[in-house]
């Protein structure tokens, strides 16, 4: 069991940076992936950026690619999101999720949201031209 619990969402403006985390509780230790999604209104909820739990994979969507920057401190069970040159169509509710546990998630990121089992309740990010 996982629970998550995103925080530093809000309002930026076009051109401007926000970094969002996401701090997650495990009952059991282990090596999961985490990833952010996102959904804007009236769209389905997209894939943005997944690192593996060693921290060597990463991956990103192509809309991102050269933005955001994902990354994570196992000391302190969280991953964050570095958003920057953020534009008017990343605005979403941002979602956390992560893998169950396993040694191929060490080295691995997935990017199907079936991949993964847990999720957050979501933080709002509105970007303003």
């Known amino acids: 069991q996982v629970q998550l619990v995103e925080s530093g969402g809000g309002l930026v403006q076009a051109g401007g940076s926000l970094r969002i985390s996401c701090a997650a509780s495990r009952r059991t230790s282990g090596m999961d992936a985490m990833g952010w999604f996102r959904q804007a209104p009236g769209k389905e909820r997209e894939f943005v950026a997944a690192?593996?739990?060693?921290?060597?994979?990463?991956g990103y969507a192509d809309s991102v690619k050269g933005r955001f920057t994902i990354s994570r401190d196992n000391a302190k069970n969280t991953v964050y999101l570095q958003m920057n040159t953020l534009k008017p169509e990343d605005t979403a509710v941002y979602y956390c999720a992560a893998t169950p546990t396993g040694r191929y998630y060490r080295d691995h990121a997935p990017t199907r949201k079936s991949d993964y089992n847990y999720w957050g309740q979501g933080t709002q990010v509105t970007v303003s031209s």
């Open positions: 690192i593996s739990w060693s921290g060597g994979v990463t």
